[in-house]
């Protein structure tokens, strides 16, 4: 599992932070399969591209997973 940090930030979009850990090449990528029901946020399927993701959330995309965390 991979683990992203926010740099003081409260929050990350879910598009941008699939696009900022390397999961999705593309910002519209992301976007995309978001919008398709691919990604799961805490194991519950996440269709909100700008779902905020705040710390100790796990993001899950094609078997790949990232941990928000400060």
Not at 27 to 44: A, C, F, H, N, P
Request: with cysteine.
């Amino acid at each position: 599992m991979k683990e992203f940090g926010l740099s003081g930030r409260e929050f990350i979009p879910l598009c941008d932070l699939l696009k900022a850990a390397g999961l999705c090449a593309t910002l519209e990528r992301s976007k995309v399969v978001i919008s398709q029901g691919e990604v799961k946020v805490d194991d519950e399927v996440e269709i909100r591209k700008r779902c905020k993701i705040r710390p100790s959330q796990i993001a899950e995309f094609e078997g790949q997973q990232v941990k928000v965390v400060k």
